[in-house]
């Protein structure tokens, strides 16, 4: 049997390794053509003088950027470095290689270009005016790790002014991962969404975004139990009702959700919950055993602080957990939002859509959900792995006819065709990436 030690050792090492291989390969992202470049005479054709033809054709009809151009197929990663995973304000630079492993997922799950965009400024109004100044050059955008609240301002502005998809990944993507991997984990415990209390560790972007997708789904808000580092959200939180325009999304919470009017520390809100989401302040020791042990029969815990859970798997099972899951792709049952936004974003770009409503986050999940039932579901097995190939382009195929559906798309393709294409595009950027891994030695990286 491993021990805690051995466990914690091996858990560790991922971080042992990443400065020695970042330095080594200086970041993780470069530029490469798509075109081929035989002769010198080429260049006449990608640059000058022939370049200019598709540039007077884009003039003439806006929309053909589409066809001339890369910028249907990539994405602006866009952050100010105010919360970078479970570290905090780290400045932009600092969350330099969190943006840049963002475009790494992107190309090789999705077949994404994704360029990294860290900020010198943590005004939202600054952001909004960025986003703005360079939409031409992009066909989507991702915003990340963005502090709340101004994380949700940002989205609403950049969603009602920008013409092309707005995402926020920390938002809209962890909570798709979270709701997909719910339903399958209650369906192995044999439990109903509409028959369970939810206790959610944690209020910023994410489980804000996990309550709105419970609610829609049926569960009772007052069925939910939301705590903060201040203790538990209930409508006589004067802290939060005295700042309602700051924070409107966590007050909505403390007026909806907790009907028996709990009060006091986090602990109180475990006794008797079926399910955990945490989404707090990175571990461990974050949540304690004991409070998963005062938890009803066959409890649900995701723990998913980056880059350590609040209780390791490992305790967490100790103290009861039936299931577990992390946001770390090193133990079972990871729920990331790696998961989601490369497939995603593949099949909204693929559709040319102009936005990501809703109805289309709804169906990423359900697809989630329903792609790992297929593949058979256990403990630990409840949601599709990063390195699973087929996911991607599933997941693409179900956004790009939920998009079709929405009226957003301005292209129209069935399920088959959409799967197959971006399987084939995915297929494409894995094998560029192997060949390069090939003949590039860490010398030559240097």
Same mark, same amino acid.
């Given at each position: 049997?491993?021990?805690?030690?051995?466990?914690?050792?091996?858990?560790?090492? *991922?971080?042992?390794?990443? @400065?020695?291989?970042?330095?080594?390969?200086?970041?993780?992202?470069?530029?490469?053509?798509?075109?081929?470049?035989?002769?010198?005479?080429?260049?006449?054709?990608?640059?000058?003088?022939?370049?200019?033809?598709?540039?007077?054709?884009?003039?003439?009809?806006?929309?053909?950027?589409?066809?001339?151009?890369?910028?249907?197929?990539?994405?602006?990663?866009?952050?100010?470095?105010?919360?970078?995973?479970?570290?905090?304000?780290?400045?932009?630079?600092?969350?330099?290689?969190?943006?840049?492993?963002?475009?790494?997922?992107?190309?090789?799950?999705?077949?994404?270009?994704?360029?990294?965009?860290?900020? =010198?400024?943590?005004?939202?109004?600054?952001?909004?005016?960025?986003?703005?100044?360079?939409?031409?050059?992009?066909?989507?955008?991702?915003?990340?790790?963005?502090?709340? *609240?101004?994380?949700?301002?940002?989205?609403?502005?950049?969603?009602?002014?920008?013409?092309?998809?707005?995402?926020?990944?920390?938002?809209?993507?962890?909570?798709?991962?979270?709701?997909?991997?719910?339903?399958?984990?209650?369906?192995?415990?044999?439990?109903?969404?509409?028959?369970?209390?939810?206790?959610?560790?944690?209020?910023?972007?994410?489980? #804000?975004?996990?309550?709105?997708?419970?609610?829609?789904?049926?569960?009772?808000?007052?069925?939910?139990?939301?705590?903060?580092?201040?203790?538990?959200?209930?409508?006589?939180?004067?802290?939060?009702?005295?700042?309602?325009?700051?924070?409107?999304?966590?007050?909505?919470?403390?007026?909806?959700?907790?009907?028996?009017?709990?009060?006091?520390?986090?602990?109180?809100?475990?006794?008797?919950?079926?399910?955990?989401?945490?989404?707090?302040?990175?571990? *461990?020791?974050?949540?304690?055993?004991?409070?998963?042990?005062?938890?009803?029969?066959?409890?649900?815990?995701?723990?998913?602080?980056? *880059?350590?859970?609040?209780?390791?798997?490992?305790?967490?099972?100790?103290?009861?957990?039936?299931? #577990?899951?992390?946001?770390?792709?090193?133990?079972?049952?990871?729920?990331?939002?790696?998961?989601?936004?490369?497939? @995603?974003?593949?099949?909204?770009?693929? #559709?040319?859509?102009?936005?990501?409503?809703?109805?289309?986050?709804?169906? =990423?999940?359900?697809?989630?959900?329903?792609?790992?039932?297929?593949?058979?579901?256990?403990?630990?097995?409840?949601?599709?792995?990063?390195?699973?190939?087929?996911?991607?382009?599933?997941?693409?195929?179900?956004?790009? #006819?939920?998009?079709?559906?929405?009226?957003?798309?301005?292209?129209?393709?069935?399920?088959?065709?959409?799967?197959?294409?971006?399987?084939?595009?995915?297929?494409?950027?894995?094998?560029?990436?192997?060949?390069?891994?090939?003949?590039?030695?860490?010398?030559?990286?240097?």
């Amino acid at each position: 049997m491993t021990s805690s030690n051995e466990r914690l050792t091996k858990a560790n090492e *991922p971080s042992l390794r990443a @400065l020695e291989m970042h330095r080594r390969y200086h970041g993780k992202m470069q530029t490469m053509p798509k075109c081929p470049i035989d002769s010198d005479d080429d260049f006449a054709v990608w640059y000058t003088p022939g370049v200019a033809e598709p540039c007077r054709a884009i003039a003439a009809t806006p929309s053909l950027v589409a066809d001339f151009t890369n910028r249907q197929n990539t994405v602006a990663i866009l952050s100010d470095g105010s919360r970078v995973l479970g570290l905090g304000n780290i400045g932009a630079k600092a969350g330099l290689p969190v943006m840049e492993g963002k475009a790494l997922l992107f190309k090789f799950l999705g077949g994404v270009d994704a360029v990294p965009l860290c900020l =010198a400024s943590q005004v939202p109004e600054d952001i909004v005016q960025v986003a703005r100044l360079i939409e031409p050059t992009f066909g989507g955008l991702n915003l990340e790790d963005i502090a709340q *609240p101004k994380c949700f301002r940002v989205l609403d502005r950049l969603t009602a002014l920008l013409s092309i998809p707005v995402w926020h990944d920390d938002q809209q993507g962890t909570a798709t991962a979270a709701f997909a991997g719910l339903l399958n984990a209650l369906k192995v415990v044999n439990k109903s969404i509409g028959n369970v209390r939810i206790v959610l560790f944690g209020v910023g972007a994410a489980n #804000v975004a996990v309550y709105r997708l419970l609610t829609s789904a049926g569960v009772e808000p007052g069925a939910v139990i939301a705590c903060d580092s201040r203790g538990l959200l209930h409508d006589r939180r004067s802290d939060i009702d005295d700042n309602q325009d700051k924070f409107r999304e966590k007050w909505q919470i403390c007026t909806e959700s907790n009907a028996d009017g709990l009060t006091g520390e986090a602990a109180g809100a475990f006794v008797d919950a079926d399910v955990c989401i945490a989404f707090s302040q990175s571990g *461990p020791s974050v949540i304690r055993p004991e409070w998963i042990t005062a938890m009803a029969r066959d409890p649900i815990v995701f723990a998913c602080a980056n *880059p350590v859970p609040e209780i390791w798997p490992w305790e967490a099972e100790q103290a009861g957990a039936t299931i #577990v899951a992390t946001g770390r792709g090193d133990f079972a049952n990871q729920l990331n939002n790696a998961l989601v936004f490369p497939g @995603l974003f593949r099949g909204v770009l693929d #559709v040319q859509a102009n936005a990501i409503p809703p109805a289309v986050t709804s169906a =990423a999940a359900q697809a989630m959900a329903a792609y790992a039932e297929r593949r058979g579901l256990s403990k630990t097995c409840i949601l599709p792995t990063i390195g699973d190939r087929d996911w991607p382009p599933e997941l693409a195929a179900a956004v790009g #006819v939920a998009a079709q559906d929405q009226a957003i798309a301005a292209t129209t393709f069935d399920h088959a065709t959409l799967r197959d294409h971006a399987a084939a595009v995915i297929e494409k950027a894995q094998a560029d990436t192997r060949l390069l891994g090939a003949v590039t030695t860490p010398d030559a990286a240097s």
